[in-house]
């Protein structure tokens, strides 16, 4: 059964950085393309950065140049960056990916960023 698990959010002030982390097990981390989606209240949930497994990145136009995912597969870990955050960045951020062996979609339960003007 693969597990997600978001770490990392928080209330921070406008202008703020904040790095969300997302820990995964019960998969082969490494094989696998990673996500950070957002979804703020009212709002359908957005996909905010991914990254594949041979490291190719790509960003929502909305946050690119101000966040950055990264992965440490040694680790199961995927990372979000998040610099200069803005009201608009308030979401719960979740954590995703579609799992190559078992061929399913998992999320994590997702983690609570929130940005004070």
């Known amino acids: 059964q693969v597990q997600l698990g978001e770490s990392g959010g928080g209330l921070v002030q406008a202008g703020g950085s904040l790095r969300l982390s997302c820990a995964a097990s019960?998969?082969?981390?490494?094989?696998?393309?990673m996500d950070w989606y957002r979804q703020a209240p009212g709002k359908q949930r957005e996909l905010v950065a991914t990254?594949?497994?041979?490291?190719?990145?790509n960003y929502a136009d909305s946050v690119k140049g101000r966040f950055t995912i990264s992965r440490d597969n040694a680790k199961n870990t995927v990372y979000l960056q998040m610099t200069s955050l803005q009201s608009e960045d308030t979401a719960g951020y979740y954590c995703?990916?579609?799992?190559?062996?078992?061929?399913?979609?998992?999320w994590g339960q997702g983690t609570q960023v929130t940005v004070s003007s």
């Open positions: 019960g998969t082969i981390f490494s094989i696998n393309a």
């Open positions: 995703h990916t579609f799992d190559m062996r078992s061929r399913r979609h998992y």
């Open positions: 990254i594949t497994s041979g490291g190719s990145t």
